[in-house]
Nanobody, 121 residues
């Protein structure tokens, strides 16, 4: 499965972005999908995840109430709607699929290439 992330960019603090991650194969529909982020000099950290059917979601505490993860299996795509972005949200955002361990650990079978999110204060 190949994952193609898009939607990153430059936004002012308080603004919004919507990230998309398109998968190449229908097998994606049976996998948990997730978003992670990595800021310069920091470890990759969990942001949010969504179960294979889209009915169950998980979010890291700092993004709850601001970020929403969802998926459209008909389009083999997972989304991350990010509202009220803050400078500390700036990072390269990666999508991932097929959890091989706990959903909030970076143990996934497939990874996208990352998309840069920059937030100006």
């Amino acid at each position: 499965v190949q994952l193609q992330a898009s939607g990153g960019g430059l936004v002012q603090a308080g603004g919004s972005l919507r990230l998309s991650c398109a998968a190449s194969l229908r097998a994606f529909r049976s996998y948990t999908a997730a978003w992670f982020r990595q800021a310069p000099g920091k470890d990759r950290e969990f942001v949010a995840a969504v179960g294979y059917s889209g009915g169950i979601t998980y979010s890291e505490d700092s993004v709850k109430g601001r970020f929403t993860v969802s998926r459209d299996n008909a389009k083999n795509t997972v989304y991350l709607q990010m509202n009220n972005l803050q400078p500390e949200d700036a990072a390269v955002y990666y999508c991932a699929a097929q959890a091989l361990g706990p959903v909030n650990k970076a143990q996934y079978g497939y990874w996208g290439q990352g998309t840069q999110v920059t937030v100006s204060s």
